[in-house]
T-cell receptor, first 114, second 114 residues
Framework: SQKIEQNSEALNIQEGKTATLTCNYTNYSPAYLQWYRQDPGRGPVFLLLIRENEKEKRKERLKVTFDTTLKQSLFHITASQPADSATYLCALDPLKAGFQKLVFGTGTRLLVSP | KAGVTQTPRYLIKTRGQQVTLSCSPISGHRSVSWYQQTPGQGLQFLFEYFSETQRNKGNFPGRFSGRQFSNSRSEMNVSTLELGDSALYLC?????????????FGQGTRLTVV
């Protein structure tokens, strides 16, 4: 069956360290993979999109990798800050049809302590 | 520019009733997608509208329906409510609805069915 897996356990790290979140998928061949941040009581906020032919994408302190062989994406936050504490969701486009029909993972909660 | 606006923010309904939720996309955006978010299932795609046409639909029963108006505003309707319909309903807008387009989410409507 098709599924997207993210660590269901919260990730606790200290301020200044690098947080690494994992997104594994099964039985999909996505053209794109996106990462979102969601704070309690709010809708997700887009962070980064990476294409299947891109190995790595960076934006300020964020870095995303995409390994289509391993069917895995890693999301890194360097020099993490307490303000980075949130739930992070990965999402992919399962159809390659060009239309937006994102399939989301259940998210990983990140807690950055001072 | 104004973000995606969803109304109402909170709703309490009784089993068997029906409900209509509203979503006003960012000005100029023609694509509106709807998602249901629950703690157990995460974010699940309901449907996507572009220029008043439903282009894509998720695996939800026919009790869930939607429409989009000429000004791109969208509504979703749930008839014969069940307890399991209690969830956060999120809409997202994008300019083209392409899978590679950034999706902008609203804050959601929290529906509680009692």
């Amino acid at each position: 069956s098709q599924k997207i897996e993210q660590n269901s356990e919260a990730l606790n790290i200290q301020e200044g360290k690098t947080a690494t979140l994992t997104c594994n998928y099964t039985n999909y061949s996505p053209a794109y993979l996106q990462w979102y941040r969601q704070d309690p009581g709010r809708g997700p906020v887009f962070l980064l999109l990476i294409r299947e032919n891109e190995k790595e994408k960076r934006k300020e302190r964020l870095k995303v990798t995409f390994d289509t062989t391993l069917k895995q994406s890693l999301f890194h936050i360097t020099a993490s800050q307490p303000a980075d504490s949130a739930t992070y969701l990965c999402a992919l486009d399962p159809l390659k049809a060009g239309f937006q029909k994102l399939v989301f993972g259940t998210g990983t909660r990140l807690l950055v302590s001072p | 520019k104004a973000g995606v606006t969803q109304t109402p923010r909170y709703l309490i309904k009784t089993r068997g009733q029906q409900v209509t939720l509203s979503c006003s996309p960012i000005s100029g955006h023609r694509s509106v997608s709807w998602y249901q978010q629950t703690p157990g299932q995460g974010l699940q795609f309901l449907f996507e509208y572009f220029s008043e046409t439903q282009r894509n639909k998720g695996n939800f029963p026919g009790r869930f329906s939607g429409r989009q108006f000429s000004n791109s505003r969208s509504e979703m309707n749930v008839s014969t409510l069940e307890l399991g319909d209690s969830a956060l309903y999120l809409c997202a807008s994008s300019f083209t609805g392409s899978a590679m387009a950034e999706a902008f989410f609203g804050q959601g409507t929290r529906l509680t069915v009692v």
